[in-house]
């Protein structure tokens, strides 16, 4: 989106409740009015309601359900994430796009959203359901200034808290599965994929991938998760407005990354905790083996702990624990 719709925006959602007129839009923009006259028309086509007013001037009255990238920036609040949004109809995974950016040396904060993978991807190369318009499916391109590659991992860890946070303000019970799950009632809502370009001690970029379930009715989901995913929507019966649904996960994701590259970490552990899946339950992790195992929390640097039948203390820094 150019600089100017973005903002032409950014002028008329600080101005919900008068109107600006068109020659104050072309002042302000630097712009001719016909240009003015031209972009509001581009941002009806958006799904954007203006009313116009002889002598008054425009107002927008309700910004589009339909995602799109000038809807996406339409009360963003944040100061970097998704300044710069680059949104697509279909992709086979916006991690593709986004490393594609990051190596175009995109911004700090550049977000690519698609309305919907084809080929969407989870852990190790595992498949990702992100059905056409029903989910948020987006990737993040992060520079950290001084984080090491170790520290890359507890990132998701992070983003995991923000989704819960922001989530749990609709009134939903989150859990979160170690490392990178959003489960609600049992279910799976959401997954993080956290990919990074570095260097021995030196991190260049990191791709911060989300998919969640937002818009599905039971028969949106793919059979093979039929069983054990869940969307917004079964948990609430609201359907959500993805572009406002966005927005607030991005405000949530930007606050926790800044308190997590000043702070450190070790802010994270007990917020984290007390979202744990099944903390304190039996249940059975995947290392090497399959073995029983109970979570106990996790360490300060983001690994898991648990116990084994022993009464061992088992530190794990890569598992899969299963549901
Ligand atoms: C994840 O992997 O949970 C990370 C998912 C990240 C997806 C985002 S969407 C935007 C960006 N672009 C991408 O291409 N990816 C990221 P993992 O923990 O490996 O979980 C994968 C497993 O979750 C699959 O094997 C299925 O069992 C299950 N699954 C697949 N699609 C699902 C969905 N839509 N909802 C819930 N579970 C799903």
């Known amino acids: 989106m150019g600089n ?10 600080s101005h919900k409740d008068t109107y600006v007129s068109g020659q104050e839009l072309s002042n302000m923009l630097n712009i001719s009015r016909s240009a003015v006259w031209k972009h509001m028309n581009e941002l ?3 799904g954007y309601q203006i009313e116009g007013v002889t002598k008054k001037g425009y107002r927008i009255i309700n910004s589009p359900n339909d995602l799109s990238a000038s809807a996406l920036q339409w009360d963003l609040k944040t100061d970097w994430l998704g300044q710069e949004i680059v949104y697509k109809e279909q992709v086979k995974s916006t991690q593709l796009v986004a490393h594609e950016l990051a190596r175009e040396d995109a911004k700090h904060g550049t977000v690519v959203v698609a309305r919907e993978q084809t080929e969407g991807r989870g852990r190790m190369r595992r498949y990702w359901d992100s059905k056409d318009g029903l989910g948020l499916w987006f990737s993040s391109i992060i520079r950290p200034m001084y984080i090491e590659p170790k520290r890359a991992s507890q990132l998701t860890l992070v983003a995991a808290v923000a989704i819960a946070d922001c989530l749990s303000k609709k009134g939903l019970d989150i859990k979160i599965k170690w490392p990178n799950d959003i489960f609600v009632g ?33 028969e949106d989901l793919h059979d093979s998760i039929k069983e054990k995913a869940t969307s917004l929507f079964l948990e609430t019966r609201e359907k959500m407005n993805l572009n406002h649904l966005l927005d607030q996960l991005l405000e949530e994701l930007e606050l926790k990354y800044e308190m997590f590259i000043e702070d450190g970490f070790h802010l994270f552990k007990e917020k984290w905790e007390s979202y744990a899946y099944k903390i304190g339950e039996w249940l059975q992790v995947k290392t090497n083996n399959t073995w029983d195992a109970k979570v106990i929390g996790i360490h300060e640097d983001g690994a898991l702990i648990v116990t084994d039948r022993q009464d061992q203390e088992q530190v794990l820094y890569s598992a899969e624990i299963i549901w």
């Open 4 to 13: 100017t719709r973005k903002r032409l925006i950014d002028i008329l959602s």
């Open 44 to 46: 009806k086509k958006d």
């Open 186 to 218: 049992g279910r799976k809502l959401a997954g993080i994929l956290t990919e990074m370009q570095a260097e021995q001690d030196f991190v260049q970029y990191i791709i911060l991938g989300i998919g969640m379930n937002v818009n599905h009715e039971i």
